[in-house]
């Protein structure tokens, strides 16, 4: 079971003749994930190592029943392969490119949210777009469609986790496996300013879930997400979560590797960040060793 | 990329924007000659790139043009936090007690996804500390990243903030400003002070542009407006490997890893070992010993750095090629200070062995982040006698 992907979602990779595309073609099969296309505008009606490949994703999902893209496409057209995907009313869209303008995805995102409520308006199941900048997501024992090591995902388990940071999220699940708790869903949101999906976007998804227990949330700083999240948990969340906070330490106004990582003014402080969770009573560990004996004791109440 | 004020002002005019007459001067000399040919008083103001020039004497009101003359000898080579003053902007004088100052800026705003556009009646001060002393004097509103900013929404701001004057002429300059925002790819714009004077239209005096390094492939006009010399000059190094390198304040521990999330959270180990990080360096995912190599020579040449952390949890990067990048450092006589990493995943036999090899003191492996933190920090703080 899990979230959002499982054994039965059908894959389509845009951009799988590229290199990373290809190279994550492979790892995702190799993980078990039904890949089952491509998409390369051009090399329509060719094969790629035993998949076929199409010149849309309208053809590709036409022709496999898909309800899953992943998208390495690089920046300058990463959110125009958003869109087709949108427009071809694939129901979940996963963008792993880093460095796509702003500006595009504030319009993508946009869009897809315009395509989304009609699509639910009409009775469809919508359209989500997770990322840009994300390692993608991963159902233990069942799928991935992202780049995270297959190799941290042995351990199929009950705590669900949502992370801006790629890295983050597998020192975070191989944590949790080592641990021998395992996870259920991994949703790596990513580290960019504007994102299809929120913290916040994914906790119901969770709370809702028959095989999550608990819930590890790691944040970064910068934006004020973590304390959206922070008030969803205070309102709506029976089931415990726990926090991370993500450079702590980083200076103000100095944009850290992830372009979403910057201190403003008094935006995206660690301080409000912890005031927030304090208010929602979601333990916050220091360390991220620290998670693992926080996730034992909320689950030991 | 953060644009000077005059050129900031340049896109702005392009945009139709009504933007205070300025020239840019280099000496002395230069000045004097802009503040003659405008006939009246004029403002002479540093070209840098931090804030609070003013308080730090950066601009000057300039009555006559000797004062010109002298303001620019005062302050065209000046160190302003740091930074050289190369150049000076001499603009026309306005009577600000004549009129009005007010505040309009847009940022992007994660929170909804789209451009914030700010307006306040609290002009000529920084938006900052309006905020946090008044913050019912920002009206926000979410612009529309498709249809931009319309008139009737940027009087609508206008009015809610306060604006006096001309409202169709000042919403005009709000909507040019959004247009230049979304067609320039700014992560930041602001027109602080709009000044309105006594006949009620609206002439922007000040500006702040910064615009989205992602986007910088589709403004190649904008390219060579980068200025080397204002950068630090590990940061340009580092721009040419394509890595995000950031030089910090008071650190003695050079910290890279691969993602920007595990070197922030290598920054916090670092701080809670007892040391403070040098920098902040991630070399991306996926890399090879090159590229290992070419992060180390970047951190070594660093004064500041004492002892190197190296942090990686390998998916795609394997540990082998980080432990083979450090070690041709090594042989290169480039490696001269102690390098503690962690490098978990992929690979991390082949790394050991590889290192068990060299056997070099300089180069030690560890199981955990903490305990190579750890070890960075002593190593450094003992080379400063700490």
């Known amino acids: 079971m899990g979230i959002l992907v499982d054994n039965n979602s059908r894959v389509i990779v845009q951009g799988m003749t590229g290199r990373e595309g290809a190279s994550h073609s492979r790892a995702m099969k190799d993980f078990g994930t039904q890949v089952v296309a491509g998409v390369t505008p051009g090399k329509g009606g060719t094969d790629f190592e035993g998949w076929p490949v199409y010149n849309s994703v309208a053809e590709a999902k036409a022709a496999h029943d898909a309800n899953v893209s992943i998208i390495f496409v690089p920046p300058a057209g990463a959110a125009d392969a958003v869109l087709e995907a949108a427009h071809a009313g694939m129901p979940l869209i996963v963008l792993i490119t880093e460095g796509v303008p702003t500006v595009d995805m504030m319009k993508a995102v946009q869009e897809v949210k315009t395509l989304d409520a009609q699509s639910r308006a009409e009775g469809g199941q919508g359209i989500r777009l997770i990322g840009g900048n994300c390692p993608g997501l991963v159902t233990n024992g069942q799928a991935k469609v992202g780049i995270m090591p297959n190799k941290i995902y042995t351990n199929p388990g009950r705590i669900g986790l949502i992370s801006r940071s790629g890295t983050l999220t597998y020192e975070a699940a191989k944590l949790l496996n080592d641990a021998g708790m395992g996870t259920s869903t991994t949703v790596g949101i990513g580290g960019d300013p504007v994102i299809g999906t929120t913290f916040a976007d994914v906790l119901p998804l969770f709370e809702a879930d028959p095989d999550t227990d608990a819930i590890v949330v790691i944040g970064e700083i910068g934006g004020a997400d973590e304390e959206a999240a922070a008030e969803y948990i205070a309102q709506h969340m029976k089931k415990p979560v726990v926090a991370f906070i993500s450079g702590r330490s980083a200076p103000k106004g100095k944009r850290m590797g992830h372009a979403g990582a910057i201190i403003m003014g008094d935006v995206g402080t660690p301080e409000s960040k912890l005031a927030a969770f304090a208010a929602a009573n979601v333990p916050v560990a220091d360390t991220m060793p620290e998670i693992i004996d926080m996730v034992k004791a909320a689950l030991s109440k | ?386």
């Not at chain 2, 205070?20 to 004097?32: C, H, I, L, W």
């Not at chain 2, 740091?82 to 600000?96: H, Y």
């Not at chain 2, 922030?264 to 902040?280: E, I």
């Open chain 2, 1 to 386: 990329m953060k644009l000077h004020e005059y050129q900031g002002k340049e896109i702005l005019r392009q945009f139709g924007v009504n933007v205070q007459d300025g020239k840019v001067a280099r000496t002395p000399d230069e000045v004097r000659a802009i503040a003659r040919e405008y006939g009246q008083p004029v403002v002479v103001k540093a070209q840098v790139h931090v804030g609070g020039r003013g308080k730090a004497g950066g601009v000057k009101f300039s009555p006559t043009e000797d004062k010109a003359f002298e303001n620019g000898e005062k302050i065209l080579g000046m160190d302003i936090k740091g930074l050289t003053v190369n150049k000076v902007l001499v603009t026309k004088a306005v009577d600000i007690d004549a009129g009005v100052e007010y505040y309009v800026g847009m940022i992007v705003d994660r929170n909804v996804q789209s451009f914030t556009l700010m307006a306040s009646a609290e002009g000529g001060m920084e938006i900052e500390e309006v905020a946090a002393a008044t913050p019912e004097k920002i009206i926000k509103h979410r612009v529309d990243p498709v249809t931009g900013l319309r008139p009737y929404e940027a009087r609508e701001v206008a009015i809610k903030a306060g604006f006096k004057g001309n409202l169709n002429k000042i919403a005009d300059m709000m909507v040019k400003m959004s247009e230049a925002a979304l067609k320039r790819d700014a992560v930041l714009v602001e027109i602080n002070p709009l000044f309105v004077g006594p006949d009620g239209i609206p002439l922007a005096l000040d500006t702040k542009f910064e615009i989205d390094d992602n986007a910088m492939y589709r403004h190649a006009d904008l390219a060579d407006w980068r200025e080397l010399e204002a950068e630090h000059p590990l940061e340009i190094e580092a721009s040419k490997y394509g890595f995000a390198y950031v030089k910090l304040d008071d650190g003695n521990v050079g910290v890279l890893g691969n993602g920007a999330g595990i070197v922030m959270t290598s920054l916090d180990v670092v701080n809670r070992a007892g040391a403070k990080p040098a920098n902040f360096l991630d070399i991306g995912g996926g890399a090879k010993a090159e590229i290992v190599y070419n992060a180390v020579k970047l951190v070594s040449k660093d004064t500041d750095v004492k002892a190197i952390f190296i942090n990686i949890f390998g998916g795609i990067t394997r540990a082998d090629e980080v432990a083979k990048g450090v070690i041709q450092a090594l042989n290169d006589g480039i490696l001269t200070k102690p390098v503690r990493m962690r490098i978990a995943g992929t690979a991390e036999d082949e790394a050991k062995a590889l290192l068990a090899e060299v056997g070099s003191p300089l180069i030690q492996m560890y199981a955990t982040m903490f305990e190579a933190a750890d070890e960075a920090a002593k190593d450094a703080n003992a080379a400063e006698g700490k």
